[in-house]
């Protein structure tokens, strides 16, 4: 059973930064992609970055040049830097895990505010 553990969320005041962490139980090869997702009171659980296997990286419109996402394949880790939060970037993120057998896996979340 695969498990993905979340860290680094908190409070940080606008224009702040975070870094969040994604430790997964076994490789991350076998992984095809993996990304953050979050989720806002009231909202739906959006995609904000993912990174496949081969290295393509995709960001949503609004963290571009804000976000990067990276992985570290030794210690089964990936990772979302997180710069110049905004208010609205509060919410709670997950880590997600999606194999070539059209399997997700999700982490219990991490919560940020960006609240001054």
């Known amino acids: 059973q695969v498990q993905l553990v979340e860290s680094g969320g908190g409070l940080v005041q606008p224009g702040g930064s975070l870094r969040l962490s994604c430790a997964a139980s076994?490789?991350?090869?076998?992984?095809?992609?993996m990304g953050w997702y979050r989720q806002a009171p009231g909202k739906e659980r959006e995609l904000v970055a993912t990174?496949?296997?081969?290295?393509?990286?995709y960001y949503r419109d609004s963290v571009k040049g804000r976000f990067t996402i990276s992985r570290d394949n030794a210690k089964n880790t990936v990772y979302l830097q997180m710069n110049s939060l905004r208010s609205e970037d509060t919410a709670v993120y997950y880590c997600n895990a999606h194999s070539p057998y059209d399997d997700n896996y999700w982490g219990q979340g991490t919560q940020v505010t960006v609240s001054s």
């Open positions: 990174i496949t296997s081969g290295g393509s990286i």
């Open positions: 076994g490789s991350i090869f076998s992984f095809n992609a």
